[in-house]
Nanobody
Framework: QVQLVESGGGSVQAGGSLRLSCAAT????????MGWFRQAPGKERELVSA????????YYADSVKGRFTMSGDNAKNTVYLQMNRLKPEDTAVYYC?????????????WGQGTQVTVSS
């Protein structure tokens, strides 16, 4: 069983930066596919970024490409999402998730979410 705890959300003005962290306990994340999702009010949850820890490849949604960077620290069993040049449309609750079988479609474990609010 994996427990995921996000932190680092908050309120910033457009153009600002935030770094989200997702700390895992229970199992090492090595071999998992890790994803950051977000859900804005009235919208569907969307995948923002994902990283294959074993292979090192990373995915970014077009809406965040060039502004967000996902990374992982094996020693800390933690993944991060560095968010730069934030826009009001980035406002959402951000969730960290772990895909144990690296299916890229079924995420087995989820964090509780952290709110990101970007004002114009």
């Amino acid at each position: 069983q994996v427990q995921l705890v996000e932190s680092g959300g908050g309120s910033v003005q457009a153009g600002g930066s935030l770094r989200l962290s997702c700390a895992a306990t229970g199992r090492t994340l090595s071999g998992y596919l890790m994803g950051w999702f977000r859900q804005a009010p009235g919208k569907e949850r969307e995948l923002v970024s994902a990283i294959s820890w074993s292979g090192g490849s990373t995915y970014y949604a077009d809406s965040v490409k060039g502004r967000f960077t996902m990374s992982g620290d094996n020693a800390k069993n933690t993944v991060y999402l560095q968010m730069n040049r934030l826009k009001p449309e980035d406002t959402a609750v951000y969730y960290c998730a772990a895909d144990e079988a690296a299916t890229m479609t079924v995420y087995d474990y989820w964090g509780q979410g952290t709110q990101v609010t970007v004002s114009s």
